[in-house]
């Protein structure tokens, strides 16, 4: 039987999507050009400034390799345009600034390794190019007269462009594992059209993608079906489904709502809410894709590089419950989530209750128990339903529930995880 190619995928779980480009400088957020129409000329000036002396990719793998991630996507051109590789097909690229060097190169080879797989987003949208017909979300879309500017401009040369960088990113970096397209906007903005799969020419994008890379996973967002579904900046309610059937999916998330570096930001979520939707997204059959956005000189912002080694020291002791695991058909109780591998059943507890924990459909399935941070015993009791409560006695809960005495105190972990071992019946209809 053929193996998966993408099955690494479904198990890693867990990894790290770096933006960094000519925005890291303006510090104030990746749509920087954007959202202050920026010509592009005027923006190109940023290239002349990039220095990057501080960018060294092996601390960014050695930084991802701690936290526990797997996979490493890197933005190789973001939307303003920019080639963080020595691109043939253009000048405005890393190799030409002071900075003067192939940041892609570097980066594989640091992430391959640290033992890790590589990624590269790559932006269809390009505010640089001349041939990209100003559209609804363009810096110069108030501009007093974009069809004037759109004269001359044509799509399809652009569309060759986009294909012939990609050929050279899927072409001369070795292996790559993840493409992460972004995005189409067919609907258009502001009353004036938006892009998608006819703009891009994706079925070609996505052949060639494959052709090159034939073991690769790429997304959802050339405006026609990938490989996965990748809902950004929040969590899904369950597993995600496309036309009812189930499908991949990785959810990209900020630290603080911001991909690239924003210096005055500061609205960054608590590491153990960062645990908690790695947790959540596993026990929905998902994956994680947790961004940092380097400074303009091309360090991890040190506050980020903190909350990552934290997030390191929970998976050091309960990764068992986030590689190579999924969803679990029980229900757990409130305040806990369930993920399984097999004949291991983890409950995360995301409050931690007063003594007692009630997990309904377990009775006679419980093997063993014991919280996963120090393998210390937890018991598992089944009460009889029709237990009267009486004083320090608990009632009887209902048929089929087991019941876990855990210590008062919490364990001093992010999230508290007790692993339960399942029966071996239970593990072979699990199989
Ligand atoms: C959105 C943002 C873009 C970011 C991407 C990451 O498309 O607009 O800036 O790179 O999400 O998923």
């Not at 990624?119 to 269809?124: A, D, L, N, Q, T």
């Not at 994706?202 to 034939?214: D, G, Y």
Request: aromatic share 10%; glycine share 10%.
């Amino acid at each position: 039987m053929a193996t998966d190619p993408h099955a690494w995928f479904d198990h890693d779980r867990f990894g790290m999507f770096v933006h960094w480009g000519l925005y890291s400088l303006l510090a104030r957020h990746e749509w920087v050009q954007h959202r202050e129409q920026i010509d592009p000329d005027e923006y190109a000036r940023y290239a002349d400034v990039f220095t990057a002396d501080r960018y060294d990719p092996q601390t960014w793998a050695k930084l991802a390799a701690e936290a526990g991630m797997k996979y490493v996507v890197l933005t190789t051109k973001h939307h303003e345009g920019f080639a963080l590789w020595d691109s043939a097909l253009t000048d405005f690229k890393a190799t030409n600034t002071p900075f003067g060097r192939d940041a892609v190169a570097e980066f594989v080879e640091a992430v391959r390794g640290a033992g890790l797989k590589v990624g590269f987003y790559h932006s269809v949208i390009d505010w640089h190019h001349p041939d990209f017909v100003v559209d609804g979300i363009h810096p110069l879309r108030e501009h007093e007269d974009v069809p004037g500017l759109n004269a001359g401009r044509d799509q399809a040369r652009y569309a060759e462009y986009l294909h012939g960088q990609v050929r050279e990113l899927l072409t001369n970096y070795g292996e790559i594992s993840y493409l992460f397209y972004d995005f189409s906007y067919p609907g258009g903005r502001g009353g004036l059209p938006g892009k998608g799969r006819a703009d891009w020419n994706s079925e070609e994008l996505m052949r060639l993608t494959r052709e090159l890379q034939p073991g690769i996973v790429v997304n959802d967002r050339l405006d026609i079906p990938g490989d996965l579904v990748t809902p950004e900046q929040y969590q899904p309610s369950g597993p995600m489904r496309r036309d009812g059937e189930l499908v991949r999916w990785e959810a990209c998330q900020t630290i603080n709502g911001s991909w690239g570096y924003d210096r005055d930001n500061l609205d960054a979520k608590p590491v153990d809410l960062l645990i908690r939707m790695l947790v959540d997204g596993v026990s929905k059959n998902g994956n994680l894709l947790l961004n940092v956005g380097p400074n303009g000189r091309g360090e991890i912002d040190p506050p980020d590089a903190a909350r990552l080694r934290e997030i390191g020291t929970w998976m050091e002791l309960h990764s068992a419950s986030i590689y190579g695991a999924g969803p679990s058909e029980l229900t757990p109780p409130p305040g806990a989530v369930y993920t399984q591998r097999g004949d291991r059943l983890y409950l995360h507890l995301f409050s931690w209750p007063m003594r007692h924990v009630h997990l309904t459909g377990l009775a006679g399935r419980v093997r063993y128990a014991q919280l996963l941070n120090d393998a210390s015993e937890v018991a598992v009791t089944e009460s009889d339903p029709h237990q009267h409560a009486q004083n320090t006695t608990p009632g009887g809960e209902s048929v089929g529930t087991v019941t876990l005495t855990l210590p008062v105190r919490p364990p001093a972990v992010a999230v508290p995880v007790v692993e339960i071992w399942l029966t071996n019946d239970e593990a072979s209809s699990k199989a």
